[in-house]
């Protein structure tokens, strides 16, 4: 009955997607504005197909239904429920399965949003667009990445279990849904941009409403990516939480891609220049996504993120050059309607600052991009393997990484056109002056190294910039009486995204520069110290989970905390599975692991100790960047006598225009 419902909710979703592009395509062929308003419709069948397969599989797990290969696979009578619900997307088909099913939710989403301008052609493209790339998806479902496919023989009477690592800590039910909806929103600006380019409509409207969509996006890929980290950092038992994994990097891709285009589109908007650069940008965030995706599911590379071999990676391969062919095609058949009115007056501007910072983000996905695909290029065209290793990303990304920083500082304290000498100098006196200080207190305390030093100097550059721009804000809101809803807008929520940025990196500096490594060999009773914490071993126990076995080691941190790092036995590992342990604090973590433990002949415990500063703070800052993200969201309060949004545009949470203000870059 599972596999049933299932098959025939990925049927009718797939049905619907063709017929409303469909409809759409005559409609748009023949001019007919009832189709364009039919068609979008469609959305919510598809949404209804995807729903519908998405709740037969999550019926299949909880109910342990072992005659589908897929629960089979991944998971057992014994799993916690929890992961078992999550089951869904912890192998290769249910994560397509929940790729499609938030697609259709966008479908949807843009479907309802715009039902009252259903019959533009610009929104008569973007649906058709979005209902292609669903189609393509559910197309997936129903051939090699079935997830309703029977198990060959007999039906087991019991399962193999999800991955340990996908049952050992509860962020496996937050990180990827949220990196799903950040990868697959950024599907919405592509077809808006699409739409705009073939009816020619290339003026701020419907560029603006694209920008509201990628802002969207961005944020949820941002707390994606930063809940990715720490899902590494307290799971993987390695101490870390970024190793230019491939397959994190293929998050971080679109992720730079459309960090530049929520730049540079303002300079569109408020200059119109830059389109080619834009539109191509929003090709580039989208195709990345495709391409992430090849990478993940295709089993080209091996990581602990990534998925198994299997049968759809020439398809995904072939969906990323269509993508690419359409992008290039559309902008360069459009290039002499998207040439600039005019240029950059002035490199020292608002808008020199932003075509300086999309150069640096186009340097830093480039070398990225480089260091991720080119093994798999040499290993194609050669047969030779080889790897590209965290010296190269860390040496080529670090000098662009503080490149962004001083743009991050200087951009928003410049008007657009240009800026005098005296003007640039007044406003950032007082950040120049923090950020001077800041590297000679580093400096006092002892902290070496030209990299660091300069990191700390340029985030108290940008972080003072930022906060002297939120408190400008509220004080000009102040005084006109108004209240705090006033500072809600875009302007204030990139300020707040800045400071998250600026906090993240501080975090990253101190913790990478100027952590401590050391493994402590002790029975129980003994003592050892770590960069100045004493840590003394109180022996093992053994916990019984109906999915696990559990050894954990009691550690008692600096004569009060006790911890307990452990290692998990799961069904099927023989190896066993390390559990670390967390003391975290706002100036330094305190992070455990079990090297060896009782089973050791010598009855000796080998704890592996890692102490390091600020991590906590990198949190922090990716909870910054996700309010900025809100904020910026949210409609600016107008002033008396404003204008509002242009006709036929609402005031809702997606409102895509707003007040002309000086904005930050963000």
């Keep these: 009955m599972n596999a049933a419902l299932g098959r025939?909710?990925?049927?009718?979703?797939?049905?619907a997607c063709l017929a409303g592009a469909g409809v759409l395509a005559s409609g748009l062929a023949r001019r007919r504005p009832s189709d364009l308003k039919q068609g979008g419709t469609y959305a919510w069948l598809a949404l209804a197909g995807a729903a519908l397969a998405a709740l037969a599989m999550e019926r299949a797990l909880v109910t342990h239904d072992f005659s589908l290969a897929y629960v089979a696979q991944n998971n057992s009578r014994d799993t916690p429920l929890l992961f078992t619900l999550t089951g869904m997307w912890s192998a290769l088909e249910g994560s397509i399965l929940l790729w499609t099913l938030v697609l259709a939710a966008y479908g949807a989403?843009?479907?309802?949003?715009y039902r009252q301008r259903r019959s533009d052609p610009v929104v008569g493209w973007a649906l058709l667009v979005i209902y292609a790339v669903a189609a393509f998806f559910f197309s997936l479902m129903l051939g090699p990445a079935d997830p309703f496919r029977h198990v060959a023989g007999a039906v087991p009477a019991d399962g193999a279990g999800p991955n340990p690592l996908l049952q050992d800590h509860p962020l496996v039910a937050v990180h990827p849904p949220l990196l799903y909806a950040g990868f697959v929103g950024l599907t919405v600006p592509f077809a808006f941009?699409?739409?705009?380019?073939v009816t020619g409509r290339l003026g701020g409207e419907w560029s603006a409403h694209a920008r509201r969509w990628a802002l969207?996006?961005?944020?949820l890929l941002t707390a994606g990516i930063v809940l990715g980290a720490w899902w590494s950092y307290q799971v993987l038992g390695w101490g870390g939480f970024w190793a230019w994994d491939p397959v994190e990097n293929a998050s971080l891709l679109p992720w730079l891609c459309a960090t530049a285009y929520l730049h540079s589109t303002m300079a569109e908007e408020r200059r119109g220049l830059l389109r080619v650069w834009n539109l191509s940008l929003c090709v580039s965030a989208f195709a990345l996504t495709i391409l992430g995706t090849f990478l993940t599911r295709s089993g080209v590379v091996e990581s602990v993120h990534s998925f198994t071999q299997s049968a759809i990676g020439p398809l995904l391969l072939g969906a990323f050059g269509a993508v690419v062919a359409c992008g290039i095609g559309l902008v360069a058949w459009r290039g002499d309607a998207l040439r600039s009115p005019g240029g950059?007056?002035?490199?020292?501007?608002?808008?020199?600052?932003?075509?300086?910072?999309?150069?640096?983000f186009a340097g830093f996905a480039l070398v990225v991009l480089l260091g991720t695909v080119f093994p798999l290029l040499v290993e194609a065209v050669s047969g030779q393997q080889l790897s590209v290793g965290r010296p190269y990303f860390d040496q080529m990304t670090r000098p662009l990484g503080l490149a962004l920083l001083f743009l991050m500082a200087v951009a928003p304290a410049l008007p657009w056109r240009k800026a005098s000498a005296e003007l640039a100098g007044s406003r950032l006196a007082v950040p120049a002056w923090a950020g001077g200080l800041t590297v000679a207190g580093c400096s006092l305390a002892g902290v070496r190294g030209l990299a660091d030093l300069v990191a700390f100097g340029l985030a108290a550059f940008a972080g003072t910039s930022a906060l002297g721009h939120l408190w400008r804000s509220a004080r000009s809101a102040w005084r006109r009486g108004a209240g705090l809803a006033a500072l809600a807008g875009r302007s204030t929520g990139g300020m707040v995204v800045h400071l998250g940025v600026v906090v993240v990196a501080v975090g990253l500096a101190a913790s990478l520069s100027y952590g401590h490594r050391a493994e402590l060999a002790l029975r129980p009773g003994?003592?050892?110290?770590?960069?100045g914490h004493q840590l003394t071993y109180l022996g093992s126990y053994r916990l019984s989970a109906p999915n696990r076995q559990e050894v954990v080691e009691r550690v008692r941190l600096d004569g009060s905390r006790v911890l307990g790092p452990a290692v998990s036995s799961f069904r099927g590992d023989t190896e066993g599975v390390g559990t670390p342990a967390v003391a975290s604090g706002p100036t330094a973590d305190v992070y455990l692991t079990v090297d060896s433990g009782p089973g050791d002949p010598s009855g000796v415990a080998v704890i592996g100790v890692v102490v390091q500063p600020l991590v906590m703070w990198l949190w922090i800052g990716g909870a910054l960047m996700a309010l900025g993200t809100l904020l910026a969201l949210v409609p600016a309060a107008r002033r008396p006598g404003r204008a509002g949004p242009p006709s036929?545009?609402?005031?809702?949470?997606l409102e895509p225009l707003r007040e002309r203000a000086p904005e930050p870059v963000a």
């Design 216 to 219: 969207l996006a961005w944020g």
């Design 109 to 113: 989403a843009v479907a309802t949003r």
């Design 526 to 531: 003994q003592s050892g110290r770590v960069a």
């Design 8 to 15: 025939a909710g990925v049927l009718l979703g797939l049905l």
């Design 193 to 197: 941009a699409v739409g705009s380019l």
């Design 648 to 653: 036929g545009l609402d005031g809702g949470v």
């Design 344 to 360: 950059v007056d002035s490199p020292v501007s608002r808008e020199g600052a932003i075509l300086a910072n999309n150069v640096v």
